[in-house]
């Protein structure tokens, strides 16, 4: 995670961006939502409006199992493992036709191709690294997707006995620790909660609310294309007890302690965060 009080605030916003994309992948892919509006909140991070009609009349509680899904609270990774009927035998399978079954069956495929294009002896010894796996499952793993490569492909989890299942729970764990993204429950959950309105200004950044069209959203800088237009080609006068840069709108602007006369959306931005005031005017 991000920890707002010691990460700058450009890279605060990249990793938001990044989770961003992560959550749309959720909203996308899991719950096939139609009717979405990705918005900078002018602040710390993005929201992204849902208006389908499915989700109107959730309660809390139904939004909080969103949450909870998106964030991996409580997943069941057993249940992402399903037993089908092949030919007269049972056999365990990942659920790869979507959700997080999908992600791991992924995860499982590439850390396979990992492990093929390593000599032995690195393979086991990554494959050492998982807990539970000792040599003789590395051995037993490695022989597995060596003579059946089909069956990773297939997500079958019996190909290779219980080191693969340990294999998969280990992975498992590891994307449900990268791949959820970090929403604010209670926004998300509040139903009478009101949502800043786009075209505002932030009142702890001076930057705009500002909503961003899908295909715009990877070249999207809010430190550039949220500063408001009214402040830009005008000068402010502030007093500040900091020495500072600020990358705002294209421009780096160097503050020091004392009265410093500044771009106005560079002011503004320094005032809104609580890191400058208004000096008095000549």
């Not at 503050?255 to 000096?279: C, D, I, S």
Request: hydrophobic share 35%.
């Amino acid at each position: 995670g991000v920890d707002p009080e010691t990460t700058a605030y450009p890279d605060m916003l990249a990793a938001c961006k990044r989770a961003l994309f992560r959550l749309l992948d959720f909203l996308d892919d899991d719950f096939a939502f139609d009717d979405l509006t990705v918005v900078f909140s002018g602040g710390r991070g993005y929201h992204v409006h849902v208006r389908d009609e499915s989700v109107r009349a959730l309660n809390s509680d139904a939004r909080r199992e969103i949450v909870d899904y998106v964030r991996a609270i409580d997943l069941d990774t057993e249940g992402l493992i399903r037993t089908v009927s092949d030919r007269g035998t049972t056999k365990r399978v990942l659920r790869t036709e979507g959700g997080w079954g999908a992600r791991v069956h992924e995860a499982l495929i590439e850390y396979a191709d990992d492990l093929r294009d390593m000599d032995d002896e690195d393979a086991r010894e990554r494959l050492m690294e998982l807990d539970g796996i000792g040599e003789g499952r590395a051995e037993t793993i490695l022989g597995a997707f060596e003579r059946n490569p089909t069956a990773v492909r297939e997500g079958n989890v019996e190909a290779g006995g219980p080191g693969v299942r340990r294999l998969v729970s280990a992975l498992a764990a590891q994307v449900t620790a990268t791949d959820t993204a970090p929403i604010d429950e209670p926004v998300t959950t509040d139903t009478r909660r009101l949502i800043r309105l786009p075209g505002t200004l932030h009142g702890g950044s001076g930057l705009v609310v500002t909503p961003i069209e899908r295909e715009e959203l990877a070249d999207f800088d809010p430190l550039r294309d949220a500063v408001p237009d009214r402040f830009v080609g005008r000068e402010i006068r502030i007093e500040t007890d900091v020495d500072r840069t600020v990358e705002l709108n294209g421009e780096r602007v160097r503050v020091e302690p004392g009265r410093n006369t500044v771009p106005e959306f560079a002011g503004v931005f320094l005032m809104a965060r609580g890191e400058a005031r208004k000096a008095p005017e000549r």
